[in-house]
């Protein structure tokens, strides 16, 4: 079993630190690298429908020799699929595809909250859940309104938020909002421009400071701050150099330091969830 930090929604529910990006990993390589990753201590597997490999992704997690319920996959609603019927059966070909005989977490992809059909698939969602093919569910690139407006809406809380958060977009109140009511936060692009942030300043200094790399800096800012990352890695070694991240303890300076190289522009695109459409 993996020895990760867990993190626990208000329902109990606990995710580890880090878990894997599986943007991109598709066909009989992609279903190697998630099997080699599980069985290098990893337990959380993050994709959606829309990435065109949860074929891959569940062949990965059935080669693996890591028992079943030790692994928590994740997959997500596009927003294509957010009226009542289409997202119902867009649930069930995300788990037929994964080949499980449930998905682990469920996620609304983004709300594109102009079409306004985002309560229909949380309904949709809840629905799932209570007839057992999802087990948790949550959302991802949702602001504070769209999550009261869900649970008012529906009387279910989600577990998860997963949304854009590295050390150039920190985003501060949305971790701090989702603390105050048990809902776990994901960052996905953790390490943001990986390129532009590994050569900060003070983050290759705390990187020396702990004999550590700057990518393991940053996941490890991540966990200090209490945010699952899921971040996508190339190869085994790069896969293991993320999990050893999570023996990195930084202190509250240190996370402040990282925490204010965050940008009015951060964003990674014109990605605002008041008005981004991802279908």
């Known amino acids: 079993m993996s020895s990760l930090p867990l993190f626990t929604a208000h329902n109990g529910f606990t995710l580890p630190a880090i878990g894997l990006g599986t943007y991109g990993l598709r066909g009989a390589e992609g279903a190697t690298a998630v099997a080699t990753a599980l069985e290098s201590g990893y ?11 949860e074929g891959a992704v ?20 596009p927003g294509r699929h957010h009226a009542s019927t289409r997202a119902r059966a867009s649930i069930e070909e995300s788990v037929y595809r994964l080949g499980l005989d449930a998905l682990d977490l ?22 799932a859940q209570q007839r057992g093919i999802v087990r948790q569910i949550g959302v991802s690139n949702f602001l504070p309104e769209h ?12 577990v998860v938020n997963q949304i854009e958060i590295h050390p150039y977009f920190p985003q501060e109140a949305a971790v701090e909002y989702h603390a105050e009511r048990g809902i776990i936060t994901e960052a996905w692009s953790p ?15 705390i990187a020396a400071a702990h004999d550590a790399s700057p990518v393991q800096v940053v996941l490890a800012w991540h966990i200090a701050r209490g945010v699952v990352s ?20 930084l202190d509250a300076a240190e996370v402040d330091a990282i925490t204010a190289l965050g940008r009015p522009d951060g964003r990674l695109f014109d990605g605002d969830p008041a008005t981004h459409e991802e279908l």
């Open 43 to 53: 337990r959380l597997v993050d994709t959606a429908f829309n990435y065109e490999n």
């Open 58 to 77: 569940g062949r990965g997690v059935s080669d693996a020799a890591v028992p079943r319920d030790e692994v928590i996959v994740t997959s997500k609603l």
């Open 106 to 127: 469920h996620l609304i992809h983004w709300p594109n909250p102009r079409r306004d059909e985002y309560v229909q698939a949380w309904t949709a969602l809840v629905e």
């Open 147 to 158: 999550l009261e407006r869900i649970e008012r809406e529906t009387g279910i809380r989600p």
């Open 230 to 249: 899921i971040p996508k890695a190339s190869s085994p070694e790069h896969r293991a150099a993320n999990l050893a991240a999570a023996a990195i303890a």
């Open 191 to 205: 390490l943001g421009k990986a390129r532009d942030i590994v050569h900060e300043p003070v983050v290759l200094e």
